[in-house]
């Protein structure tokens, strides 16, 4: 009998040829897009819509009737917007940066719907990410980089539990960009050319603080920015307009370029300083999701990521008495982001991963 997988569609080429792969390897295939956010404008969710707007459903629709597939839109609106967007919203509001696709693979991908795909007799969930699923010697499943460092995805997936990932298949990560497309080519897709998506699905036009405006029908309220004594420097649009490391639309004029170096929702106060203040060798991680260990034994030696763009950088982490991690970079590394993802690993594969505070 068949092993049955649902596979997460979005349209794009990676989740399509995801889903003709596993077909090809003797799965029962059924494709899934999760209808996630309702934009007002059904015009602009079906030209913006990303990887769940209205174009992304007519596509995947399009790939499962050429891979001769079922196919389902499943709506997870509800989860979506408690689970992601309404964190998204708070988290902007607290003066931190949030990373919302992690906490959708986490809590809508591979919570909502691999609770769904259960519910229909599914023996597995797949996605079309670049990375691999690895059962490593003492028996614990990690997330591993794919062979192409160009695309690899592994950074947005720390978060994803043992159960998760001993459900899960992305027989992407086995691939190279141009030899997913060619492997569309092949079977005949007719998204093979198509372009990746690189915005957060709700936010098509990159404007959060219009996002965040509109949502909770609340104007940003004005203030002070401020030097690193305290010095009022100039007035701000509103916190949730910034993030740490900013440089472009502050309005500030200066011998040497400035940067933001913290946020304070407090006082409603943006700390601006030059490049050189925004790099430290510390950071403090919490909310840490262990996936190769179950726990450190002592300081560890690690190579840390604190960005998607980040190189990576090695470091020393220890624990804290409260569950936090302590990292310690070799070398300092500039805007360790509060809100962003600090991701650590052994090797090519994740050891654990958290929240920057």
């Known amino acids: 009998m068949k092993e049955k997988v649902v596979v997460g569609m979005s349209g794009g080429v990676d989740s399509s040829v995801a ?47 050429v891979l001769g597939i079922p196919y389902y839109v499943m709506n997870f609106r509800d989860v979506f917007q408690k689970g992601v967007i309404d964190p998204f919203i708070r988290e902007y509001q607290n003066g931190r940066t949030p990373n919302p696709c992690i906490v959708c693979n ?12 259960e519910e229909i007799g599914a023996d597995y ?10 059962r490593l010697p003492n028996g614990r499943f990690s997330v591993a980089n794919s062979v ?8 947005a997936l720390y978060s994803l539990t043992q159960e998760q990932l001993s459900r899960t298949l992305m027989p992407v990560g086995a691939y190279t960009k141009e030899q997913v497309r060619k492997i569309a080519k092949d079977a005949g897709l007719p998204i093979a050319e198509k372009p990746d998506s690189q915005d957060i699905c709700f936010v098509p036009d990159h404007d959060y603080a219009g996002f965040i405006e509109r949502e909770t029908e609340q104007k940003s309220v004005c203030g002070n920015f401020v030097d690193e004594e305290g010095r009022i420097l100039g007035t701000h ?8 490391g900013q ?47 179950e726990h450190l034994e002592g300081p560890t030696e690690a190579v840390g990521k604190i960005r998607y763009s980040h190189q990576g950088a090695p470091c020393t982490l220890s624990s804290l ?9 070799r070398e300092p590394q500039r805007a360790a982001t509060p809100g962003q993802a600090a991701v650590f690993y052994e090797g090519d594969h994740i050891l654990c991963g958290g929240t920057i505070e």
Not at 52 to 65: N, P, T
Not at 237 to 244: F, L, P, S
Not at 321 to 329: S, V
């Open 19 to 65: 889903a003709c792969l596993l077909k090809e390897q003797g799965y029962e295939v059924i494709g899934v897009t999760m209808q996630i956010w309702q934009e007002k404008d059904p015009f602009l969710q079906a030209e913006e819509g990303g990887c769940c707007g209205l174009s992304a459903v007519e596509d995947a629709r399009r790939v499962a009737d």
């Open 247 to 293: 440089r472009k639309g502050l309005g500030l004029t200066a011998e040497t370029p400035l940067f933001v170096k913290a946020i304070r929702p407090k006082t409603n106060e943006v700390v601006i300083g030059r490049s050189e203040s925004l790099f430290s060798d510390r950071c403090l991680v919490d909310s840490v999701n262990y996936m190769a260990v």
């Open 125 to 134: 969930l797949a996605t079309g990410h670049y990375a691999r699923i690895r």
């Open 106 to 117: 986490r809590y809508v991908k591979w919570g909502a719907m691999l609770h769904r795909a």
């Open 321 to 329: 008495p409260d569950g936090r991690l302590e990292c310690r970079f």
């Open 148 to 155: 192409t460092a160009a695309k690899d995805q592994t950074y």
């Open 237 to 244: 649009k509103g916190i949730v307009h910034y993030t740490v």
